[in-house]
């Protein structure tokens, strides 16, 4: 197994592609804390992990609310000892063109994933620091490359945590920590199939065509990326043993961007 007794936390792990990197962290063997919104969601996934063999931790937590980061990071650490790899995932969506676009909804998907990489990132780096070393990873999006329209505040905050990561990478180098993002396609989770009815409203066309005109267009098979392909993909990144792969991004995508 190549995580074995690895210590890792995911933020927005009780559903989608944290969940299914979750599960895989857990199978091959890391102990892994389950952050999402609620103990609920987030016990889910650990009892899937459970089921299967391995070892993981539910955590309530906002990622906008930074005592609540700070203190999911502290019960890892009571917990298990250390954190050797930290996943910021927690992610919103928000369809809508910028010259319409309220400045609560701009910052309120601006705050999930940027704002949560950043108190995620820095209470995880306190540990890794203190402990000589770890791996930070964060999930992009082909949109933390290009843009697409109706996305304005996803595509600013995805950048963003482009940005970000080689930040971490430049800093985290003589502490020995890693940082790199992952930035899939289309991953046919509740995020996305949220989208297909709303682009199909502001676009005035099918759902049918959204998928096929729209997500899938540009790749190179007409596939959705799977939750299968991101999740090894994160595996690979966290199990990998040098800072020969640092300050990356991955791009994951059929296709879809190319880099």
Request: glycine share 10%; charged share 20%.
């Amino acid at each position: 197994m190549r995580l074995t007794n690895r210590i890792a936390l995911i933020t927005g792990a009780g559903r989608g592609i944290g969940r299914a990197i979750a599960e895989a962290y857990g199978r091959e063997g890391a102990k892994v804390a389950v952050a999402d919104l609620t103990l609920d969601s987030a016990g889910e996934t650990v009892a899937a992990i459970e089921a299967a063999g391995g070892t993981a931790l539910a955590i309530a937590m906002d990622v906008t609310d930074e005592q609540a980061v700070e203190a999911g990071v502290q019960q890892v650490v009571a917990t298990w000892g250390g954190l050797d790899i930290a996943l910021a995932n927690a992610g919103i969506q928000h369809i809508e063109p910028v010259h319409t676009l309220d400045l609560a909804d701009w910052r309120r998907v601006v705050s999930v994933h940027l704002d949560g990489a950043f108190l995620l990132t820095r209470a995880a780096l306190r540990q890794m620091y203190a402990n000589g070393g770890g791996t930070m990873l964060y999930m992009g999006s082909v949109h933390s490359l290009e843009a697409s329209p109706l996305k304005a505040p996803y595509v600013a905050a995805k950048h963003g945590m482009l940005g970000l990561c080689r930040a971490v990478a430049k800093e985290g180098a003589e502490h020995g920590v890693r940082s790199n993002i992952i930035c899939p396609g289309f991953v046919r989770t509740p995020l996305v199939d949220k989208q297909i009815p709303e682009q199909a409203r502001e676009l005035g066309i099918s759902e049918q065509d959204v998928i096929r005109n729209v997500m899938l267009k540009n790749t190179v098979d007409g596939q959705f990326t799977t939750l299968e392909d991101v999740a090894e993909l994160a595996v690979h990144l966290a199990a990998f043993p040098s800072a020969a792969l640092t300050g990356q991004s991955f791009v994951v995508s059929h296709g879809w961007h190319m880099q």
